[in-house]
């Protein structure tokens, strides 16, 4: 497929054209006010690092009502829940960052796979067309390629964009997007050898990437019964920050709310840091310290999504929970100490 | 003042101190944090540990936090504030002061990262500071901040900045601000309750539940939280605005007598809410109405615990 070029005074055209019978949605805002949100062209910007908290709000709403009923017995059925309908609308995203992505795309073997089909999260993700932008300058406190990522990484996008020399670099990943660079009347450029240069100059910003790979190869109950896990989890305060931040984490709880005439059946995001997100019914907790949870969240992210998702982890380097974690628990250093641990028992 | 390596070697010969001569089975301090203005909480239970303690304008997070329900005999590093809510926690029985030595630093205050944010965009990946300024190295800059322009405001109206608790202080007493007036509360008072409501809401507005700013406090040790109270269920778990400005309130509420401004909970918040606006106003009434502030001695006894039968008030009786 080939590329396109954007000048720059061609991009609100250019949005304009993407966004024909779609909402835009774009980065707004900055700091920690920075989100993904319904824009209009002449209001992008490419001038952001990330959005403050992940863009899996888009398809995965913190409350999302799922069902009503009603107890009204004059009007047809009653007490019989109904299906709140999708409100999913068509809609272009532009500027999400490869790391998001890819998280994203995580989640969505999650929600669709060969066993289940979640109509929720199906319905938005699939009504968005995704426009990744490329992070030429990777920030501080991004670690993409040493999670297997790239900062030019194309995984959950349909097209990947890219600041060009003479403008807008745009890359087709997939036949939506393809179609929808057609239809925008663009110039076709080959951008190939720019777009490798920009790329392995990126990944060499970030560093020499720490090595997880250990991990992989290490037994699951070797891990798991590690006792560092204690360790790692005497300062955690088991806030779920880390949780609600990440753009891979998907977890939820199932809670209805009624009034005197009706109620909705909703989901909420809930935590795994969170006591209460594995206390039974009879009292009995699987997790019943904060060691447990910890390792649950580290583990989950590091070893139970790659053995179910052939190799593909459940962090994508995004390093928001590096920066927001009151106490400064850094996923770096726990996925190091998984490894380094590994190393030393096989030496 | 002695500068910042000055209290770091002076805190880890006071924790060696403490551990040998077996006042403490472990230190609770701060140690370097691995990502640009952070610390991270950090448990010493040898010498070499110590050597990995350290004092900074980071050290943000009030360490009391991991004193509730821990084992065995603890030193704690505390500020001003820290040792106030230490005193709290001992008052209300949550922990012996038998097996307690608190290391105080009196503190000159500590910084807030978003208004360091506010002064610099630019990525930087490195960074030093001094008792007075903060330095932000980025690739091609480097940046020097005063420590004044960029505390945190429950640091700049801080009154008890030394912790006189402490069973040691590593450094000079510092003077504290003038005694608080309660400036920052004039605006919201004069608002209306209606206004009143609105201002909070939009207060919350960014909350994401995740309760970081409880669990960053010391004084919210409940075994089990009303918000996850499951039989009966109080709170509604959604987004619901009256669910979430009731968790606020009801902590809010439940601190009253009892916070001591260490700014914790603003510290942990990840949408930055003011939280601890809900705690100045209760701790502006505790003092109107009883003169009392939270964690200064350990004779004083919290007015919310106490019973006196000439009460003035009538439902008591």
Not at chain 1, 230 to 253: K, M, R, W
Not at chain 1, 279 to 290: E, L, M, Q, W, Y
Not at chain 2, 93 to 118: E, R, S, W
Request: glycine letters at 6%; aromatic letters at 8%; hydrophobic letters at 35%.
């Amino acid at each position: 497929m080939p590329e396109y070029i954007v000048e720059e005074n061609a991009l609100k055209d250019f949005l304009q054209s993407i966004s024909k019978g779609r909402v835009l949605l774009s980065p707004q805002g900055v700091g920690d006010k920075c989100q993904i949100t319904e824009t209009t062209p002449d209001k992008v910007t490419l001038n952001f690092t990330n959005t403050h908290i992940s863009p899996k709000t888009l398809f995965f709403p913190q409350t999302e009502w799922l069902m009503s009923f009603q107890k009204d017995h004059s009007k047809p059925h009653p007490y019989v829940y109904q299906d709140l309908g999708d409100k999913a609308k068509s809609a272009v995203v532009f500027g999400i960052r490869p790391c998001d992505a890819k998280g994203l795309s995580v989640s969505n073997k999650v929600f669709q796979n060969d066993r289940f089909t979640d109509p929720y999260w199906k319905g938005k993700y699939e009504s968005v067309i995704k426009v990744g932008l490329a992070c030429k300058d990777p920030f501080p406190q991004c670690f993409c390629v040493a999670m297997g990522g790239s900062p030019y990484g194309a995984t959950g996008l349909d097209v990947l964009a890219f600041p060009s020399e003479k403008g807008l670099g745009l890359k087709p990943i997939t036949d939506e997007g393809a179609k929808l660079l057609a239809e925008a009347n663009l110039k076709e450029a080959d951008l190939s050898s720019e777009l490798k240069s920009q790329e392995e100059a990126a990944i060499k910003a970030q560093g020499i990437p720490d090595d997880y790979s250990p991990i992989d190869h290490r037994g699951l109950l070797n891990l798991f019964q590690d006792p560092q896990w204690q360790s790692i989890a005497e300062n955690c305060l088991n806030c779920g920050v880390c949780t609600f931040i990440c753009p891979t984490c998907h977890c939820f709880d199932i809670q209805d709310e009624e009034n005197s005439e009706g109620g909705v059946r909703m989901r909420n995001w809930d935590t795994c840091m969170s006591w209460l997100f594995t206390v039974h019914g009879t009292g009995h907790n699987p997790r019943p310290s904060k060691t447990e949870r910890v390792r649950q969240r580290f583990m989950h992210k590091l070893k139970y999504i790659p053995m179910k998702q052939n190799g593909d982890r459940g962090c994508t380097g995004c390093g928001r929970c590096v920066v927001l974690c009151p106490v400064n628990i850094d996923i770096r250093s726990v996925a190091l100490r998984m490894s380094t641990l590994n190393m030393q028992k096989q030496a | 003042m002695p500068s910042l390596e000055e209290t770091t070697q002076k805190i880890r010969e006071t924790a060696k101190k403490a551990l040998a001569d077996g006042k403490a089975e472990v230190v609770i301090g701060y140690k370097k944090g691995t990502y640009p203005l952070s610390t991270a909480p950090f448990f010493a239970r040898t010498p070499e540990d110590c050597d990995q303690l350290i004092w900074s304008n980071f050290a943000r997070i009030n360490l009391a936090n991991y004193l509730p329900g821990r084992p065995g005999k603890v030193a704690v590093v505390a500020k001003g504030c820290d040792a106030r809510s230490i005193v709290g926690q001992v008052a209300e029985n949550q922990f012996h002061k038998d097996n307690l030595y608190v290391i105080g630093v009196p503190c000159t205050g500590m910084v807030d990262n978003n208004l360091i944010a506010a002064k610099e965009q630019r990525p930087y990946r490195d960074y030093s500071e001094t008792l007075d300024t903060i330095t932000l190295k980025g690739a091609d800059f480097s940046t020097e901040i005063k420590k004044e322009e960029v505390l945190r405001r429950n640091c700049r109206t801080c009154a008890n900045r030394t912790p006189k608790t402490a069973d040691e202080l590593v450094g000079p007493e510092v003077p504290g601000a003038q005694a608080d007036d309660f400036a920052d509360l004039k605006e919201l008072h004069s608002k209306s309750p209606e206004e009143r409501m609105e201002y909070f809401k939009d207060l919350i507005k960014d909350c994401l539940r995740c309760y970081a700013c409880r669990n960053a406090c010391p004084l919210c040790y409940c075994p089990v939280c009303f918000v996850d109270e499951t039989r009966p269920q109080w709170l509604g778990k959604s987004t619901d605005p009256m669910d979430t400005l009731t968790f606020h309130l009801l902590r809010g509420l439940h601190c009253a007598g009892r916070c001591t401004s260490c700014g914790a909970c603003e510290t942990a918040c990840p949408v930055n809410i003011k939280v601890r606006e809900f705690n100045r106003i209760t701790e502006e009434t505790v003092m109107d109405e009883w003169g009392y502030e939270a964690g200064l001695s350990w004779e004083q006894k919290p007015p919310l615990t106490v019973f006196q039968p000439d009460d003035e008030a009538s439902f008591i009786k």
